[in-house]
């Protein structure tokens, strides 16, 4: 269940009444758009309906059960968010949009690559600097997962980008694997792994290429700097950080 300071207000205006609830804005969203397949606490900021959701006024039951047949909340929000208008002010706008702008730079951060500077991650700032230069504006009422094909567009014309994985071998020295090794092999999917005769641990992970720099710093933490890393191109072909 969303919190109140984070909800916007769905209203259904309807036989001379209107009925207003409080909604998460991309679960309501999706559930318009048909699109929402989780609960209805997934959607919700209270398990009522109102007659003005900012004074706390609620409606006759005589018109719930004209309008809607029933006085169960839990039936009547769907149908008001499906069948309503999805109400934000200027300032909702203004912060879901800031939100959902630092979303997608971090979604972009994390999964794109340089291409022209052997795969090298871009740093927020190169993917925040681009986005102004190309004019991209986040919309506030669409899910940032169906943003970012549109970002990356507006993005290669003006910067060297493309989303890719990477896969790297790590070998833990002996002293140091018990422990780093449980936390290594949770930052992306462990493809393999061995323990060596000397008692170190060697891992293969493949994760999002954007994320190399926070994996070497996972690695470098956890094993003082003395592990070994190495880029995976291929089964035969290992380049040696």
């Not at 980008?161 to 018990?178: C, L, S, W």
């Not at 949770?186 to 992970?205: A, K, P, T, Y």
């Not at 954007?210 to 380049?239: C, P, W």
């Amino acid at each position: 269940m969303i919190s109140l300071d984070e909800a916007v207000t769905a209203r259904l205006e309807s036989h001379g009444a209107r009925f207003e609830v409080l909604v998460d804005p991309d679960a309501a969203l999706a559930m318009k758009r048909g699109d929402f397949d989780g609960d209805i606490e997934d959607v919700i900021a209270a398990e009522d309906v109102f007659e003005n959701a900012s004074r706390g006024d609620r409606p006759a039951e005589e018109d719930l059960e004209t309008v809607f047949e029933t006085t169960d909340p839990l039936e009547i929000i769907p149908e008001v968010v499906e069948r309503g208008e999805i109400q934000i002010t200027a300032e909702q706008r203004r912060e879901m949009q800031e939100q959902k702008h630092k979303q997608l730079v971090n979604r972009i951060t994390r999964n794109a690559v340089n291409p022209q500077m052997d795969n090298a991650p871009h740093p927020p700032e190169r993917i925040e600097n681009a986005l102004e230069q190309a004019g991209f504006s986040v919309d506030p009422m669409e899910p940032v997962d169906q943003q970012v094909d549109d970002a990356l567009d507006a993005l290669r014309p003006v910067i060297p980008i493309r989303f890719d994985e990477v896969t790297i071998a790590v070998q833990v020295p002996a002293n140091y694997a018990g422990s780093a090794q449980a936390r290594i092999r949770q930052f992306g999917d462990l493809e393999r792994e061995e323990w060596q005769n000397d008692g170190s641990w060697v891992g293969v992970m493949t994760f999002p290429a954007g994320m190399q720099n926070e994996f070497y710093d996972l690695v470098n933490e956890h094993t003082s700097g003395e592990a070994e890393t190495r880029i995976v191109k291929d089964e035969d072909d290992l380049q040696t950080r």
